[in-house]
């Protein structure tokens, strides 16, 4: 589980984003390109998309959370509510009971699923609201009314949180920003050659035993170019896993499964 921690934002991305880094690197000093670049473009062309859109995934993931909870203590309010009545029969409140736990099977399987075909779930909905509807008389007024207030709080709940899986964040934006992450080295490799060369011949030049050291960076100039691309596709990767909360894709997304629990 601890290892599992560190390498769950590690996929096929990160592979290409290490080689793209290796490749840009091994240009720079075959061509001998060394330029000083302002590197506060980052932010602007990779660090701020990716802060945006990571920023928006969590933001959704807390409010399918909020909805999920007010869908299931909906549901359990008018599975008491049912309880509550002398006028249903056992049997009668046994099939309700069912049904609730039927519309929570439903919401799950559908979030889970690829599929946005949500027939099923519409269905076991529709078989609650029949139910109360056949049995209103026997709820009394204030019950009933109780429950139907109830019931739009179960379809708002369902439909917000059947929006936050089907709506994601900018899909332009999430392209953008991983198509200057694959860039970035070609673009970070020059200057790290330059801003560590002048580094290393100020070290040249103040050496005072000996005479001059040739200090030798490429080794260096390699490991920080893997680094921060690495540290980029990461970032990307983790906003990638949360983006969809419900696909179990990541270990930051819900707990579908504690939905299905009855209180």
């Known amino acids: ?14 592979l290409i984003s290490v080689i ?10 075959k061509y001998q390109l060394t330029y000083n670049l302002d590197l506060t473009i980052i932010s602007v062309a ?49 099939k309700v009971y069912s049904q609730v736990v039927n519309v929570k099977k439903q919401l799950i399987t559908f979030l889970y699923s690829e599929s946005n075909d949500k027939t099923e779930l519409n269905n076991s909905i529709a078989k609650i609201q029949d139910f109360i509807m056949l049995h209103r008389e026997s709820l009394g007024g204030s019950l009933s009314l109780r429950v139907y207030r109830l019931m739009r709080d179960v379809i708002m709940g369902i439909e917000n949180t059947i929006s936050i899986k089907v709506h994601r964040t900018p899909q332009s934006i999430r392209a953008y920003c991983e198509l200057f992450i694959y860039i970035f080295p070609f673009y970070y490799a020059p200057t790290l050659i330059y801003n560590i060369g002048n580094a290393s011949m100020g070290l040249e030049i103040g050496s005072t035993f000996g005479g001059s050291e040739i200090v030798d960076t ?33 270990m ?11 209180y």
């Open 20 to 29: 793209i880094s290796l490749i840009a690197t091994w240009i720079a000093y």
């Open 46 to 94: 990779v660090v701020f998309p990716i802060v945006f859109t990571l920023g928006s995934a969590f933001q959704r993931r807390e409010k399918a959370l909020e909805h999920l909870g007010r869908a299931k203590g909906a549901l359990a309010s008018i599975k008491y509510c049912f309880s509550a009545s002398k006028k249903i029969s056992d049997a009668d409140k046994e």
């Open 252 to 262: 930051d997304d819900i707990k579908l499964e504690n939905y299905e629990l009855d």
């Open 218 to 250: 490429t080794f260096l100039v390699y490991a920080l170019n893997i680094i921060i691309s690495f540290i980029l596709i990461s970032l990307f990767n983790v906003q990638e896993q949360i983006e969809n909360p419900f696909d179990g894709d990541g």
């Open 1 to 14: 589980m601890i290892l599992k921690k560190y390498t769950s934002a590690l996929n096929f991305r990160t």
